[in-house]
């Protein structure tokens, strides 16, 4: 029988070819030397079939931030794949029952991803908590209205390989990601690596309250040039900041476009614009899933619209949520909902559209009304940062 275990570092060449092959990409010694700083082998699980590795589930230790701006421990799924000779064997069952028992036996309550294929996760409770727009924002119509001028010097370049922008991109991304549920924290090693990864080719830029990174496609289009940017990131902790940022952006010469996959839907920047269709949106994505593993833990941690509670039932366990916390309770339930409508509830997803989406159900339309009011977040859940 294929064994679960915990690998060691004679492991790491088995699982960067299981990875490799389940993704379609071959690593680099550099590349994975990069990645291998942010891992934590004992949080990681394989399926072994008699010496050959066939299976790799692991998890990172995060912080997540949940309406209100509180931070709770999660552990972020990730490297999960099952070599294609080994499938429908209950491997990835295995694997993901031994990483969430983990997760659990290190008091994080909660366990998030973001999911290569979007028909996997919800037998494992998981629920799409935050969504991310991909955009394309025409350079030559993108002015700001009038009267968003911003401090020329408000925005400085930074080179790459600066010893300080580690430090700097993480004290103002401390600030940054308590603004959204949905966020998690970058350590130094994240940074580092993202760093790396990106390379010489990325432009870095600093504010005092935010920060952004591109990387520019040349189209020079025989002298008419209209060079493609790809944002990377644009985070800022002040609207202020926002404004300065994108005005940086939207300066920079021959370009055409600015391409982005990291805008969350009710990110203000189409009503900063004096052409709001200069900025179109070609696709909305799930990105960060999540499944509460305590659940009182979990929702006592964010704060919520009023004063009110509510009741939820899942499993056949009840939950009473609300300003005054978390609890097991008996009483009637106002929402029945299914294991993977709860990271949505947690995150702030309006409880009517999961009611649509046949995830949960109301006792009535005034018990919907009620829940909508208190765990709908503002501004939406959203996240940036890949794992």
């Not at 009535?364 to 503002?378: G, K, N, W």
């Amino acid at each position: 029988m294929t064994e679960i275990r915990t690998p060691g570092e004679g492991d790491l060449e088995a699982i960067k070819r299981v990875d490799g092959r389940a993704f379609g990409h071959k690593w680099t010694d550099e590349d994975f030397a990069r990645q291998r700083s942010v891992i934590e082998l004992e949080r990681f699980r394989v399926a072994d079939d008699h010496g050959s590795i066939v299976g790799v589930a692991g998890s990172f230790g995060l912080q997540m931030t949940v309406p209100g701006g509180a931070a709770v421990p999660t552990g972020g799924v990730t490297w999960v794949a099952v070599a294609s000779t080994h499938r429908r064997q209950g491997l990835l069952t295995r694997l993901m029952a031994d990483v969430h028992a983990d997760i659990e036996a290190r008091d994080e309550p909660l366990a998030a991803l973001t999911a290569s294929e979007g028909a996997i996760y919800e037998r494992f409770g998981y629920g799409i908590a935050t969504q991310r727009r991909m955009t394309v924002l025409d350079r030559t119509r993108a002015q700001m209205r009038p009267g968003l001028e911003s401090d020329p010097g408000a925005v400085r370049l930074v080179e790459h390989d600066d010893p300080a922008l580690v430090d700097e991109l993480r004290s103002r991304w401390e600030r940054i990601r308590r603004l959204r549920a949905g966020e998690i924290d970058r350590s130094e090693a994240w940074f580092a690596a993202q760093i790396g990864d990106r390379g010489a080719g990325a432009t870095w830029v600093l504010h005092d309250d935010g920060f952004a990174c591109w990387k520019i496609v040349q189209h020079w289009n025989e002298g008419h040039a209209a060079h493609e940017v790809e944002l990377l990131d644009l985070a800022a902790a002040t609207p202020d900041a926002h404004v300065a940022l994108w005005r940086t952006v939207t300066s920079i010469d021959l370009v055409g476009s600015v391409r982005s996959r990291l805008l969350a839907p009710d990110d203000p920047l189409p009503y900063l614009l004096a052409d709001p269709r200069a900025l179109r949106t070609y696709e909305l994505n799930d990105f960060v899933w999540c499944v509460p593993l305590d659940v009182a833990l979990c929702f006592a941690a964010r704060s919520y619209g009023t004063d009110d509670d509510v009741v939820i039932e899942c499993d056949g366990a009840r939950y009473r949520v609300g300003a005054g916390g978390a609890k097991r309770v008996r009483s009637r339930p106002d929402l029945v909902a299914e294991r993977s409508a709860l990271g949505p509830l947690l995150m702030g997803v309006a409880p009517t559209t999961l009611a649509m989406g046949r995830r949960l159900t109301a006792r009535s339309a005034e018990a919907l009304r009620r829940a909508d009011a208190l765990l709908t977040a503002h501004p939406m859940a959203h996240g940036m940062s890949g794992f």
